[in-house]
């Protein structure tokens, strides 16, 4: 499985930063959400465990509600358009 992501790791980065065949791609609001989430993670106190997810709408719209809903819940630090980070 490391393997696996090794090899496509430069195709992650890639999207995260919009280059390669992600340049010309529309990504209405990433900046102005990336800048949001860096602030929540900013000023987070220390937490057992941080998950942040990069999705499409459906997903960031739909996942928060099922992670909080499993054993041992969390706390959604933030919810957007394309990130949404829970906090346990």
Do not use: K
Not at 1 to 23: C, I, T
Not at 34 to 60: F, S, Y
Not at 67 to 86: D, N, Y
């Amino acid at each position: 499985m490391r393997r696996y992501y090794d090899q496509r790791a430069h195709e992650y980065d890639d999207w995260w930063l919009g280059r390669g065949l992600f340049a010309g791609r529309p990504r209405p609001g990433w900046s102005e959400e990336v800048e949001q989430l860096m602030a929540v993670i900013r000023e987070l106190e220390p937490v057992r465990t941080l998950d942040v997810a990069c999705g499409t709408g459906l997903l960031t719209s739909q996942l928060p509600g099922e992670v909080v809903a499993e054993p041992g819940g969390g706390t959604v630090l933030h919810s957007g358009r394309w990130f949404v980070a829970v906090a346990a």
